[in-house]
């Protein structure tokens, strides 16, 4: 990922804030427990619009409170809160270019210490600069990991928590470790389940397959778009993935908020098809921007408009 510089506001305590003014003590839940939960939304900059459009707001509204509900972290926020703080901050930080968003729901004390029963929650959301990787265009190399997916009975992943990145952070580590840009995890089950961020697609003969919500991964609202989009062209395939199958693909490719729509060119040195981006993860790709650009066209009732920048 791209360095992404410090902005000079955030979001945090009802209203926009100096960067530095955002704190916690030490001592909470969320830095002695990990007890946040989070989402990363993107804004796309419509140049001919003058303001940003924010894809699937409403539905990453939606996972904030389910993975906040799941952790028992209380919240009211609703897509209007969000969209609400999201102008705000879009408006003072005044990049005309797209964004990256995060809200995150934290809790400051209770519901896990003995010292108190009472829980306080907090809530803070920067945004920032986000360009495009280099790795749409050229693809990732990827390694399964030796680390495999935390499941529904130990670490949720449906539920976007920090702590489940720690599981995730030692799968990226690892890979980077062995000279690699991404690691793909395997779930309990020994199936194939994601990236630390990403969610995995592979075609075959023809055959676009991606594992299943209940195969220990986060309940991704790009594989859903992607499907949606694929099953305009293709067959799509939803169940459980062995590893094999991965060295086999003609093309492989990851979808996420983030990395949008992501080629990759090999698995455990396993070239993938050609070696290069394949011809339907390019058309997924293409879709894919067309839509997060599309502004007023918008067709598929992804976009949200932000405020005009002056
Ligand atoms: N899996 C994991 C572990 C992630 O962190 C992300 C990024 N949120 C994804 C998949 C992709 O999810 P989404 O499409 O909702 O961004």
Redesign the pocket.
């Known amino acids: 990922m791209s360095q992404l510089s410090t902005p000079e506001f955030i979001w945090t305590n009802g209203g926009v804030r100096p960067w530095n003014d955002a704190r916690v003590h030490v001592w909470t839940e969320v830095v002695l427990r990990a007890a946040s939960v989070f989402e ?1 939304l993107r804004g796309y900059w419509v140049p001919e619009e003058s303001r940003h459009y924010f894809v699937h707001l409403e539905e990453h509204a939606r ?1 904030l409170r389910e993975s906040a509900k799941v952790t028992r972290i209380p919240t009211e926020l609703t897509a209007d809160d969000l969209h609400k703080a999201l102008s705000e901050l879009v408006l003072a930080l005044g990049y005309r270019e797209d964004v990256y968003c995060r809200p995150t729901l934290y809790l400051e004390k209770g519901r896990y210490t003995t010292a108190t029963s009472a829980s306080d929650t907090g809530f803070f959301m920067p945004v920032f600069q986000s360009p495009r990787e280099k790795s749409i265009d050229t693809g990732l190399t990827t390694q399964i990991s030796s680390w495999r997916r935390s499941g529904d009975d130990t670490a949720p ?1 449906r539920v ?1 928590a920090a702590a ?1 990145y720690y599981n ?1 952070r030692l799968a990226r580590l690892e890979a980077e470790a062995n000279g690699f840009d991404e690691a793909i995890l395997l779930n309990g089950a020994g199936k194939v389940a ?6 995995v697609f592979l075609v075959r003969q023809g055959r676009v397959i991606t594992p299943k919500l209940s195969d220990s ?2 309940e ?4 859903q778009s992607t499907i949606d989009l694929l099953r305009e062209e293709v067959k799509v395939e939803v169940r459980e993935v062995d590893r094999t199958e991965l060295y086999l693909a003609d093309e492989v490719f990851l ?4 990395c949008e729509i992501t080629p990759v060119v090999s698995v455990d040195r396993f070239e993938i098809g050609s070696g290069q981006p394949g011809p339907l993860t390019r058309r997924v790709q293409e879709a894919y921007y067309a839509t997060c650009r599309s502004g007023v066209g918008d067709e598929h009732g992804w976009l949200t408009a932000g405020p005009v920048l002056a």
């Open positions: 990363g996972r992943p976007k489940n995730l994601e990236t630390g961020g990403a969610s991964i986060l991704s609202i790009t594989r979808t996420g908020t983030l």
